[in-house]
C-alpha cells in the first residue's frame, strides 16, 4: 500500500523558517515526480513547488526564492525547505506523488504564520 506521510508543520512567527518532510512508503520512489501544495481556508488547493525524478524544480512565483525543495531518493523523503515565512503561507501543505496516471497525496500538515 502506498502512503505518503508529511510532517513539521507548526504555527511560526512572520519571518521564520520551517522544514516540512514527507516520507514515503510502498512505492519506487525514484520512479515519481514529486510536489508540494497548499490550501488555505476557502481557496482551492495550489501548487507550490514540484521536483521531477531528475532532481528539476519549479516553484510559484509567490514562494520563488524563499522556498526549495529537495529530494532524497535513499530515503524516500521529498522536503520543503520554507524561509522568510510571511503570514500569507498559513495553509495546510500537501506532498504528492504522480506517475503516469498515478497520484498519490499525503494527509497534509498544518503550517500557521502568525505572530
Known amino acids: 500500500q502506498v502512503q505518503l506521510v508529511e510532517s513539521g508543520g507548526a504555527l511560526v512567527q512572520p519571518g521564520g523558517s520551517l522544514r516540512l518532510s514527507c516520507v514515503v512508503s510502498g512505492a519506487t520512489f525514484s520512479f515519481y515526480g514529486l510536489g508540494w501544495y497548499r490550501q488555505a481556508p476557502g481557496k482551492p488547493r495550489e501548487l507550490v513547488a514540484t521536483?521531477?525524478?531528475?532532481?528539476?524544480?519549479n516553484y510559484d512565483d509567490s514562494v520563488k526564492g524563499r522556498f526549495t525543495i529537495s529530494r532524497d531518493n535513499a530515503k524516500n523523503t521529498v522536503y520543503l525547505q520554507m524561509n522568510s515565512l510571511k503570514p500569507e503561507d498559513t495553509a495546510v501543505y500537501y506532498c504528492k506523488m504522480s506517475r503516469a496516471s498515478y497520484v498519490y497525496w499525503g494527509q497534509g500538515t498544518q503550517v500557521t504564520v502568525s505572530s
Open positions: 521536483i521531477t525524478t531528475g532532481h528539476t524544480t
